[in-house]
């Protein structure tokens, strides 16, 4: 119960975080292209599905893996209501984190503290307009 409780507010933060990062912080249309190979140390990446497309998770953590990253589906998000995929460091790496945010081609990621324990580097939640690749 107290771990659905912390994740729930995490998940809020994390909402409130994009929210305000996304209207304070520039757009731009060419993302740096950082390679897997370029990151130092190998990011644990948890991937989890924050829209009600079935298996969505699945085949972002299968892109990742095919393309080097150390990805794991994590299931389903708390909240299934997410329009935008949202990549987080949970470590402060920033430099990992725009390494996947550019694969999946999501702009602005973003760094958060938490006071939980937290085993992986970064983690991501697939939105609903997530466009998967061809």
Known sequence: MRQEITLTLIILVIITTAVILGKSMPVYS???????????GKATIWVYNGSRRSGLAERVTNSLRTNGFDAYNKGNATIQTYKRTLVISRNGDMRA?????????????FFLESDVDITNDITIIVGD??????
């Open 97 to 109: 984190a725009r390494a996947v945010a550019a694969h999946l081609g999501v702009s602005n990621p």
């Open 129 to 134: 307009l997530h466009r998967e690749p061809r």
């Open 30 to 40: 060419r993302q740096p292209q950082i390679s897997q190979a370029q990151i130092p």
